[in-house]
């Protein structure tokens, strides 16, 4: 197998409460050639992950998405990208199961939020996130997602050539650039987002302004955060 062929099978579990939110996630991911698999809960993306009901055959519940493939455990998932805050079970409650389990701790997660809070950022990142991705995400965000798949995966490709790759040719199957525009501008638009309160609230003007075009992302590495406290 290709390092390309590789990267046209990660499989990225995308994980909102937000239906504007997961739907615009789910255009980027694809058109960034990635497959895709959405949830609108963390108790839901235990299930894909296999966390919850483990043994139980007779599981009802299923992912939102149409993408969602018939057996998760042989396609496996490469990638957690989930919202923060969601009711229920959070993005960080998330992120604390799976790196709590033995079998699925190596799995890069990355949390979205819509709120610059930096002890949530800094709490995220020192318990294991790869990013932590400011809303609304952009095109650029989901390709800074390939350097911790490429990473996780790299023992497994053969030959395993360093960052020269051909240009793959996108599949008829994915999102045009337009779409996700469009998506993004219904997004910005409307400024719905779901909070911590269980909600739906209009973004605060003031914070676009702050974050215009510039979405905050930090590495899970590095010792300090380019957040203001």
Excluded: W
């Excluded at 990660?10 to 980027?28: C, P, Q």
């Excluded at 053969?158 to 779409?179: D, G, M, V």
């Excluded at 993004?184 to 779901?194: D, H, L, M, R």
């Amino acid at each position: 197998m290709t390092v390309v062929d590789a990267e046209a099978r990660f499989h990225v579990l995308a994980v909102d409460d937000s239906v504007i939110d997961r739907k615009l996630i789910e255009m980027l991911l694809r058109t960034s050639s990635y497959q895709v698999t959405t949830v609108d809960s963390g108790s839901k993306a235990l299930e894909v992950l296999g966390l919850r009901d483990e043994g139980d055959d007779s599981s009802s519940s299923s992912p939102t998405s149409s993408s969602a493939p018939a057996h998760h455990q042989e396609v496996g998932v490469n990638l957690i990208i989930t919202d923060y805050c969601m009711p229920g079970m959070t993005g960080y409650d998330l992120l604390r199961r799976v790196k709590g389990s033995s079998s699925l701790k190596d799995i890069p997660v990355v949390i979205m939020s819509s709120e610059n809070v930096p002890a949530r950022i800094s709490r995220c990142l020192e318990d294991g996130a790869e990013e932590f991705f400011l809303k609304p995400v952009k095109l650029a965000d989901m390709k800074k997602l390939k350097s911790h798949l490429v990473r996780r995966k790299q023992p497994q490709l053969q030959p395993p050539q360093p960052q020269e790759k051909p240009q793959q040719q996108q599949k008829a199957e994915l999102a045009p650039t337009e779409l996700v525009e469009e998506v993004a501008a219904e997004v910005t638009a409307t400024g719905i987002t779901s909070d911590c309160g269980g909600g739906s609230r209009k973004r605060k003007a003031a914070m676009m302004e702050q974050d215009g075009t510039t979405n905050a992302s930090l590495s899970g590495g590095s010792g300090g955060l380019a957040v203001e406290t």
